[in-house]
């Protein structure tokens, strides 16, 4: 059983700064995937950034050279949000995906693909 908690969510204003974590417990295939997710209401959930196990990235295009989505040595994710916009104010989700076998790299934000999920952390931006 795998259990995803997020962190880092708050409120910023507009051109700021953010770095969400996500600790990961319990057990990951070897060949795993991580995402962000985001959602804001009334509106479907959609991709953010990906990262498979080999380090290899993708990015939604609206947040393409300010976020990174990045990983330490454990089952640890993180996802740095710089020149923050107030379109980035949603409610943030990690998600795991325990075999990967490349669908990170191809699809890397269909939802159905990540089988654990965390609870979610609040951004809010204002201008």
């Known amino acids: 059983q795998v259990q995803l908690v997020e962190s880092g969510g708050g409120s910023v204003q507009a051109g700021g700064s953010l770095r969400l974590s996500c600790a990961a417990s319990?057990?990951?295939?070897?060949?795993?995937?991580m995402g962000w997710f985001r959602q804001v209401p009334g509106k479907e959930r959609e991709g953010v950034a990906a990262i498979d196990n080999s380090g290899t990235t993708r990015y939604v295009d609206s947040v393409k050279g300010r976020f990174t989505i990045s990983k330490d040595n454990g089952k640890n994710v993180y996802l740095q949000m710089n020149n923050l916009k107030p379109t980035d104010s949603a409610t943030y989700y990690c998600?795991?995906?325990?075999?990967?076998?490349?669908?990170?790299?191809?699809?890397?934000?269909?939802?159905?693909?990540?089988?654990?999920w965390g609870q979610g952390t609040q951004v809010a931006v204002s201008s």
């Open positions: 319990g057990n990951l295939y070897p060949s795993y995937c």
């Open positions: 998600a795991a995906m325990k075999n990967d076998a490349g669908l990170c790299r191809f699809y890397p934000f269909r939802e159905s693909q990540y089988e654990y």
